[in-house]
């Protein structure tokens, strides 16, 4: 059988695939399913279903061990590491080339905020080049994983904090010339917060899941919460990926002056 129609895709990380079964699939198609993976991909040796959609601010994935032993692996992207534990952290391998997007745009006087940074695979890469990263995620465990990271990486500029985003935000001193927003579920309400910690001519990267490509609701949120800052507001849309039919990943880049 074609792999196709066994399944509706996998995600690598590392030596772990995460895969998504079609429900209509017997017992026999799934394992010949996992038969394809791991005579297709020799550095897989662990297997896990995905269950459900990542929910919460925490952002845990529903998964099921089908094969293999440890949830933890290291991952490599755009020559950096990660150890990433799939079971405990949101971590998203399809978002690669979105990562490299931002990325490029990072000049090296920038302070930048990224404010749901999971284990670091925007914080770090972008710590390399700017002058400043402070990351912040609710998570105690991506925040493990990202100190291990840090370490991995050889990275000293990082700040980071454990807990809830909009009121560690608040907290912080100083401004920031640009903001990455990777929690697409709900970024957009935590966007008054990062608007007032915006210093002039910054950009923020908000992502947000949109349906049959309508991101006016989404535009007039962020008209609404930056307009009480910054008059002039300008908003580019981008693709980072379909996550399920008819539902996109868009990342607004959002520039204020």
Known sequence: M??????????????IAIVKFDGKLTKNQKLTAIKEILNKNKNVNTIFQKIGM????????KLKKLIGNSSVALYKENGFSYYVDVKKVYFSPR??????RVIKQIKSKERVLDMFCGVGPFTIPIAKIAKNVTAIDINKNAIELLKKNIKL???SNI???CGDSKKITKSLEGKFDRVIM?????????????VKKCDKKAVIHLYAFVKDGNTKVIRDEIINSC???FKNIKINEYNAGEVAPFLERICFDIKLS
Request: proline share 4%.
């Open 54 to 61: 990542v929910q919460g601010e925490e952002r845990i994935p």
């Open 95 to 100: 978002m690669s080339n979105e990562r490299l």
């Open 159 to 161: 700040d980071y904090y």
């Open 2 to 15: 074609e792999k196709g129609r066994l399944n509706k895709g996998f995600d690598i990380v590392g030596n």
């Open 182 to 194: 990777n929690f697409p579920l709900s970024a957009y309400e935590f966007l008054e917060a990062a």
């Open 153 to 155: 990486n050889k990275i």
């Open 227 to 229: 307009r009480k800052n």
